[in-house]
């Protein structure tokens, strides 16, 4: 079961990126007071009371103007209320209610998903300004301050009522999502993958429309395989078609995925959007196998494969542990051999060290190169442990993380990388302050 998607809607400068950065933990979404500041969807986890679920932050709707943006802006947002499954609608309670308001309201209604109302910014609760958006017909309206993080608990309660806690996901097996360009083989790949004709293959970029998932055994392993749609670059999607909808599910088949093949076509120069997608797989901290389909058609000599993982690692410079395989869906060759380097990398994003061993590799590294000090004040490093795993997440505590220049952070992470099998997998190298005892 994936995770469920909650939009976050409502009209510009209600507070709706503010409230989300806050239940995500993380600054994701950009908060300012101009309008029309979150023009895209943006994606970010979250957990209340064991629920697990997916927010999606959108821009502010409005139907009265005939700004091209704000007809993109609006175009996005009504994409993620289409595939949510909760749609938590953000009004402006200092403000108070606009015709804006009302005409968001009705298309909300027309959806037929469940809306929970938000009224923000009501710093010191004031209920009087809460009862003109019970004329929305949305239920009863809950009052929140997202600035202050006031009564976030009880918005939250309301909306986790209307969708199951996920529980015992792993029984799924490892989640493999196949991502790519459109047309270059990928579902090709899972069709030999599956040893049938799951999903439609044709030479017409964009036949697969929509995520796909399948079980699949082999031996005593679990899998699902998840098909893809082709991920275009932006200025090539109509946001009035099918594709927009696709191109969501893609991105959200990434984020629940345990690893994701990324497909490239070996007959084509590696693109621009193909080093894109990469990089989101890598900003989503998943382990990838890179998939250089259509081997078959390159004509070959004793340099080949050498020349085109220079040419890789030139462009895949941000994630250099990334693991490449050489394959051909029409032919079937070395597809077999896809699950080996699946069953790697997730083995080394799933890895964990102990941390005795942890501090040893540390102590080391520092005594082979100490930290630089430039400022006269020296970096001590007290020690490290893991905190968690998929990706792999190693916490550093020092005496003071102004010191830490980013060279010797790459420096420590290309130690760990040395001592310990990550190939395939991101890490997550953060560092803590701590006062010296």
Known sequence: MSKPLVAVVGRPNVGKSTFFNRICGKRISIVKDTPGVTRDRIYGDAEWCGYLFTLIDTGGIEYDSDDVMYTHIRRQAEAAVELA??????????????????????????????????????????LDNLYDFYSLGLGDPIPISAEQSKGLGDLLDEVVKHFDRIEEEETLGVKIAVVGKPNVGKSSIVNKILGYERVIVSDIAGTTRDAVDTPLMRGDKEYTVIDTAGLRRKRGIDFDSVESYSVMRSIAAIKRADVVLVVFDASEEISEQDVRIAGMVHEEGKPC????????????????????????????????????????????????????????????????????VLNDVIREAVALNEPPSPSGRRLKIMYATQASTNPPKIVIFVND?????????????????????????????????????
Request: glycine share 4%; aromatic share 12%; proline share 3%.
């Open 85 to 126: 499954d909760v749609i938590l609608f953000f009004v402006d309670g200092k403000e108070g209610m606009l015709a804006s308001d009302m005409d968001i309201a009705d298309y909300l209604r027309s959806s037929n998903k469940p809306v929970v109302l938000a009224v923000n910014k009501l710093d010191n609760f004031e």
């Open 289 to 356: 196998v890179i998939v250089m389909n259509k081997w078959d058609s390159i004509e070959k000599d004793t340099h080949t494969i050498e020349g085109y993982k220079k040419d890789l690692d030139n462009k895949l410079a941000f994630m250099s542990y990334y693991i490449p395989i050489f394959v051909s869906a029409l032919t079937g060759q070395r597809v077999d051999k896809i699950f080996d380097y699946v069953d790697t990398v997730y083995e080394n994003a799933s890895r964990r060290i102990p941390t005795g």
């Open 401 to 437: 993380e102004k010191l830490l220049h980013f060279s010797y952070r790459r420096y420590i992470e290309n130690s760990l990388r040395k001592a310990f099998d990550f190939s395939g997998t991101p890490i997550e190298v953060v560092y803590n302050s701590k006062k010296e005892e």
